[in-house]
């Protein structure tokens, strides 16, 4: 058998589709002793217009199949870290393993988010899909086992690197305890079904994501984390934002304003946070989400 996959195609034309996802990427030109995967995105791309855009599928550690990739589906770098922080108290299975979803704390989630994008480039960051769910797992309100929780995640999703995409029916509340459970019929037809504050949040916060070039490409930095809170900047040359999720009530954040090298927050999400000298004193009620414009005047 040839070790070289060979891209066919019933014209000399290339393929025209802009976005591209591979199902089981990491499963292709994988069987028994053969393994050609590392050929399949070149082979792809020789296919594709050069514009175009790759992303596989990938369930587990990307990082050593991510060459020739534009990006992939992000449950290792972000779908699996946001829901061990935010999940509730219901038991869910975790993806078909003998045991429950853990809960971990928002330090062991970020310094998981951190080493999945550490072992890609900041491009294939920048392109890949954050995912809160989608039909091979449970719907993330049912993980969230709250409202309030699902928009801190949906926050998340918002203003972390990546591409936000959203699975449909999220963002009228629908559930869904596994996989094919989460595969319900859309009620279109059935609006008093519909969580109306859950869609105009989901659109307060889209447009605040389509709104902003630090949420669409600038880089990131962690300004505090602890167990129930995860606070982070997005910047560019010309915009900073700070960012705050909470998954719980905790006790009021202080941060230098040197520090964040500002003299004012201006509220973009949420509500407000106070200055006390050259502190930003940020809001301690949870869950709750936040995001604020570092200005100086």
């Given amino acids: 058998m040839s070790r070289r996959l060979s891209a066919r195609r019933s014209s000399p034309s290339r393929c025209s589709w802009r976005r591209t996802r591979v199902d089981v990427a990491n499963m292709s030109g994988r069987t028994g002793a053969t393994d050609v995967n590392a050929d399949v995105a070149p082979t792809l791309r020789e296919a594709l217009e050069p514009e175009s855009l790759l992303v596989a599928e990938n369930f587990h550690d990307f990082r050593t199949d991510f060459a020739g990739w534009h990006g992939v589906m992000n449950y290792a770098g972000f779908s699996r870290p946001v829901w061990m922080w935010l999940r509730g108290d219901v038991e869910i299975p975790y993806l078909g393993l003998p045991v429950s979803m853990p809960r971990?704390?928002?330090?062991?989630?970020?310094?998981?988010?951190?080493?999945?994008?550490?072992?890609?480039?900041?491009?294939?960051?920048?392109?890949?899909?954050?995912?809160?769910?989608?039909?091979?797992?449970?719907?993330?309100?049912?993980?969230?086992?709250?409202?309030?929780?699902?928009?801190?995640?949906v926050g998340l999703q918002m203003t972390m690197p990546g591409v936000p995409m959203v699975f449909a029916g999220d963002e009228l509340g629908l559930e869904g305890d596994w996989g094919e459970d989460a595969r319900r019929t859309m009620p279109w037809a059935r609006q008093d079904d519909w969580d109306p504050g859950l869609l105009d949040e989901y659109r307060r916060l889209i447009a605040l994501r389509r709104s902003s070039p630090a949420l669409a490409r600038g880089g990131i930095r962690f300004a505090f984390v602890d167990d129930d809170v995860i606070a982070y900047l997005r910047e560019t040359s010309g915009e900073r934002l700070l960012c705050l999720a909470s998954r719980d009530e905790h006790a009021p954040i202080r941060l230098p304003l040197s520090a964040l090298g500002a003299q004012e927050l201006e509220r973009l999400h949420g509500t407000d946070a106070e200055l006390e000298g050259d502190d930003a004193v940020l809001p301690a009620a949870g869950p709750a989400f936040h995001v604020w414009r570092l200005t100086n005047g």
């Fill in 104 to 153: 971990l704390g928002g330090e062991a989630s970020v310094a998981a988010m951190r080493a999945f994008r550490a072992g890609v480039p900041w491009q294939f960051v920048l392109h890949s899909w954050s995912i809160l769910d989608s039909h091979d797992t449970p719907r993330f309100r049912s993980m969230a086992g709250s409202r309030a929780r699902q928009l801190v995640g």
